[in-house]
């Protein structure tokens, strides 16, 4: 585990922000689990700890969330070796003034009725826990490291791995 000075709630947004789309996972009525891709609709990611997402309303998932609004995010970006976990609870937001100031070009593409589309459903997750992984060696070193650690019995320590507990 790395060392670094840095804040790990802005590092975890970077990972997020540099992501952006994330498996967001919930648990229907049978018990089964489902995941969804979504697209993170944040700016930043305030004191609040809240992920924003735009969902249709023809879809179950709101419905789904308000009766069982615990979830996991998953974010993984394999280009950059970086990894996110979050798990929390989700909500449905009817704030208009949140949906106007999310709403962008890429969500207009999905609600042609801009923020007034009646389909446009925006999801809020509350964050308790996060958990992040951020390997910065390159794939020659981590091969080293492992071939290290294969023959040491000591596993290898590469890049930064935190867990945040927001609650």
Known sequence: MSTHKTDPHQTLWEMIKSTRFGMLTHRHPDGGLHSHPLTTQNKSLEDDM?????VSKRTELGQ???ADGN???AYANTDKDRYVSVSGEATVNEDMDKKRHLFNAMAKAWFPGGVEDPDL??????????????????KTTQLFKMA???VSGKPPHMGEHRELHTT
């Open 50 to 54: 809240l992920l924003y997402f735009f």
């Open 64 to 66: 789904r969330l308000r």
């Open 71 to 73: 979830v996991n995010v």
């Open 121 to 138: 459903e925006l999801v809020q997750v509350r964050i308790h826990h996060a958990e992040y992984w951020d390997v910065k060696e390159s």
């Open 148 to 150: 290290a650690a294969a």
